[in-house]
């Protein structure tokens, strides 16, 4: 995937980026980088870099509605949650095979998304905001409540290891090797989507509400669609990190994962597609760097998050466009 | 041959103060017709109205003989009726040229999967979108700055480029709310004569100003006042009218 780093990175330009060797040359570095980790880091560490993997896919449905949209989104826990459960209710209840519940939890998700996105992305702003965060609640409840299908407290557990065309992912260097491929394919396919009459619709919409409606754009059409994605990619990730963790809760579908998807999409900078990347990398490590300082963690996390927003206002992925840029200046002008 | 535009007695209230009392005129096809008043005359409300971003207490907007009351400011776009804003709305993000090329959405097609895959088809609708806002950058004088984002640009230029953008989503009735404001007495020849060769092309054109000068580029004027049209005709008859003399110079 990082061999993506140099190309999604790159602000979505129109003009034809020639042939950098150097950002090839880069761009092949951080791919052995990428393929070699699994060999050398710790398992605790390949652990942490799957959970980022996971998020960058949830968290790029958040980072591409609130960057690109102008939607700001709190419910992605929800549909993070219906992923998770539909594929393990499937597995261990009735023993189908995982591709069902994976199907079935996206299907779900995007139906939901569709069913509620419709009224409540009539609201713009901090009334979305709220609504979103609603979502989240209800869906938090709903999930403890409805234990006969979610376990509730108690939870689901045995859900079993992912099959891979009869490959087993039953180690977490395995798993690294499933879900990075997988999130740089949907960058790739977002980023394909920005460079479409559809992508120029959206921040159109994201800039001027008005003057994309007077160019014919159905903002409200686009919102719920774009809604609907970023729903089946929560579900996405939920139903793989049911499998990776083999045991889900409601503790892990709480307003706290919410938050941290819509804090990594804005550290990451929503407005880069690499930002969910740089996101959930820094939602997933920096904490657990912090914690052996003791006790102090959560408040040095919390400076550090300020700082970030402070200083990089558009995010790691924003600041690393603006380097790219800066690199490239003088072949540009 | 029917008018482009047909207003039809149109009233329009807000918190019981009534804007727009049953003002009726029509646009016909292929000239510059201009809107002007003083300022608080009901221009903008009328202009959101005809626009579809307010809806009318009563009366109708016939476009090409249809109701579009009901239709929304995208449907209304889609049959040809394209407008720009007093305070230019330019996507501040995007360059000029990106700005421009999002002009062309009615001209494409491709959905979102087709996006997500980035098919061949959506290439070739990208490769078009940036021909036509090529040739418009240089339409507009706007070469020099299309890789430039155009929320970065003076006033001036960001109407050029809502211009431009408004032009590339080919209208049939392009209507221009207070086009000359915020610009210099040069931009406003500039624009005068962009308008005209617009014009002249065969592009109809409804102009609301407050601005005598640069309405005397259309050839049939109405003139609103207190939400009433008080006078309409060719620019030297409106200037000679007495209500529009008294309402302008308050003499």
Request: proline share 4%; with cysteine.
């Amino acid at each position: 995937m990082k061999e993506l780093t140099q190309e999604v990175a790159s602000p979505v330009s129109t003009t034809r980026s020639g042939g950098h060797l150097q950002g090839w040359a880069i761009g092949l570095g951080l791919l052995l980088l990428w393929a070699l980790v699994p060999a050398v880091a710790s398992r605790s560490l390949i652990d942490m870099l799957v959970f980022s993997g996971l998020y960058t896919i949830a968290g790029l449905g958040v980072t591409f509605l609130l960057g690109q949209c102008g939607i700001v989104s709190l419910a992605q826990s929800v549909f993070f949650g219906i992923g998770a459960y539909s594929t393990a209710y499937c597995t261990t209840h009735y023993g189908w095979p995982a591709p069902a519940g994976f199907v079935i939890g996206i299907g779900v998700s995007a139906a939901i998304a569709l069913a509620v996105g419709w009224p409540v992305l009539r609201l713009s702003g901090y009334f979305l905001a709220l609504a979103t965060l609603a979502l989240a609640i209800i869906g938090h409840v709903l999930f403890t409540e409805w234990d006969w299908l979610t376990g509730g407290t108690l939870g689901i557990g045995g859900i079993p290891r992912l099959d891979l065309f009869g490959f087993s992912l039953k180690s977490p260097q395995r798993f690294y090797y499933l879900v990075w491929p997988l999130a740089a394919v949907l960058l790739l396919l977002h980023r394909n989507l920005l460079l479409s009459r559809t992508g120029f619709a959206m921040r159109a919409m994201r800039d001027a509400p008005a003057a994309a409606a007077v160019l014919g754009v159905d903002n409200h059409a686009l919102k719920v669609k774009m809604f609907v994605l970023s729903a089946m990619l929560g579900a996405l990730a939920g139903s793989l990190f049911a499998h990776y963790v083999s045991f889900v809760s409601v503790d892990s579908f709480g307003v706290d994962r919410a938050i941290n998807f819509l804090l990594l999409a804005v550290l990451g900078g929503a407005k880069t597609i690499i930002g969910a990347v740089l996101g959930a990398l820094f939602v997933t490590i920096v904490p657990r760097v912090l914690s052996q300082f003791g006790d102090i963690h959560a408040v040095l996390f919390a400076c550090l998050l300020i700082a970030t927003v402070i200083f990089l206002p558009e995010g790691f992925g924003g600041a690393l466009q603006r380097l790219v840029q800066h690199l490239r200046g003088p072949a540009r002008s | 041959m029917s008018p482009l535009l047909e207003v039809k007695q149109v009233s329009r209230s807000f918190s019981g103060l009534r804007v727009l009392n049953n003002v009726s005129f029509a646009v016909e096809t292929g000239r510059i017709t201009g809107l002007i008043g003083p300022n608080g005359a009901g221009k903008s409300t009328l202009f959101n109205i005809v626009s579809g971003f307010l809806t009318p207490d009563t009366g109708q907007i016939l476009y090409q003989g249809h109701d579009v009351n009901r239709m929304s400011v995208a449907q209304r776009s889609r049959v040809g009726l394209v407008r720009t804003f007093q305070t230019p709305q330019v996507f501040a993000n995007l360059t000029v040229r990106e700005n421009i090329m999002a002009g062309c959405y009615k001209q494409t097609a491709s959905g979102v999967i087709a996006g997500l895959l980035g098919t061949p088809r959506v290439r070739a609708e990208l490769k078009r979108m940036r021909a036509a806002a090529s040739s418009a950058c240089d339409r507009f004088g706007l070469a020099q700055v299309s890789d430039q984002p155009a929320g970065k640009l003076p006033a001036g230029q960001q109407r050029l480029v809502e211009l431009a953008r408004a032009c590339v989503a080919q209208p049939t009735l392009l209507c221009l709310d207070e086009p000359s404001s915020g610009l210099n007495s040069e931009e406003v020849a500039r624009l005068m004569q962009t308008l005209a060769r617009l014009s002249e092309e065969g592009l109809t054109i409804l102009l609301v100003s407050h601005d005598m000068d640069l309405v005397a580029v259309a050839s049939v004027i109405h003139v609103l006042c207190f939400g009433e049209i008080i006078a309409s005709g060719a620019l030297s008859q409106v200037q000679s009218d007495a209500r529009v003399r008294e309402a302008y110079l308050g003499t």
